[in-house]
């Protein structure tokens, strides 16, 4: 088994937040300019382009670790299923930025880890204790509270 070098972990938490608030800024730019380039491309065009410009981003990366070598994998077909169904997920998000009102989108793809935790539980039998409980329905209180489903923009699109 050969060894991979990874970069180095971030020590120190100003950093960590940081990365994400610059995160947050980048990604509100990015959906703003797919609401606004929506208007005269498609979601899937813009899909194209936002992975061919995170591609060569990411090439001096990837090369710096190794080259192609650090992306060898001995389970090709889950490898190829997680990337199709990554695509899929950006395209369809794409495509919900495209069509429905911007906070409404941002409202919903908040509530994601919600749904992580209860496909965790029913796929892979997760054991889920009384705190994550009422995290989950405090989060879900939360996302309903802001997407109010039956309101007028919230059914427009639906």
Same mark, same amino acid.
């Not at 100003?14 to 491309?41: D, P, R, T």
């Not at 369809?92 to 539980?121: G, K, N, Q, R, Y």
């Given at each position: 088994?050969? =060894?991979?070098?990874?970069?180095?972990? #971030?020590? /120190?938490? =100003?950093?960590?937040?940081?990365?994400?608030?610059?995160?947050?800024?980048? /990604?509100?730019?990015?959906?703003?300019?797919?609401?606004?380039?929506? *208007?005269?491309?498609?979601?899937?065009?813009? *899909?194209?382009?936002?992975?061919?410009?995170?591609?060569?981003?990411?090439?001096?990366?990837?090369?710096?670790?190794?080259?192609?070598?650090?992306?060898?994998?001995?389970?090709?077909?889950?490898?190829?299923?997680?990337?199709?169904? /990554?695509?899929?997920?950006?395209? !369809?998000?794409?495509? !919900?930025?495209?069509?429905?009102?911007?906070?409404?989108?941002?409202?919903?793809?908040?509530?994601?880890?919600?749904?992580?935790?209860?496909?965790?539980? #029913? #796929?892979?039998?997760?054991?889920?204790?009384?705190?994550?409980?009422?995290?989950?329905?405090?989060?879900?209180?939360?996302?309903?509270?802001?997407?109010?489903?039956?309101?007028?923009?919230?059914?427009?699109?639906?």
């Amino acid at each position: 088994m050969t =060894s991979r070098t990874y970069p180095p972990a #971030i020590q /120190n938490s =100003s950093s960590a937040i940081l990365f994400m608030m610059a995160a947050g800024m980048v /990604n509100a730019v990015m959906l703003s300019a797919i609401k606004q380039l929506s *208007g005269e491309l498609h979601p899937f065009e813009i *899909g194209f382009f936002r992975c061919l410009i995170g591609f060569i981003v990411l090439l001096p990366i990837i090369w710096r670790a190794g080259g192609l070598a650090v992306m060898r994998t001995d389970r090709i077909g889950l490898h190829l299923l997680r990337g199709a169904l /990554n695509a899929g997920a950006m395209l !369809a998000f794409f495509m !919900a930025v495209s069509l429905a009102p911007l906070e409404t989108v941002t409202a919903i793809s908040f509530a994601s880890p919600i749904f992580a935790t209860l496909l965790a539980i #029913i #796929i892979l039998g997760e054991r889920v204790g009384l705190h994550r409980w009422s995290g989950l329905i405090i989060g879900f209180l939360g996302a309903f509270l802001i997407i109010r489903p039956g309101s007028s923009e919230f059914t427009d699109f639906g």
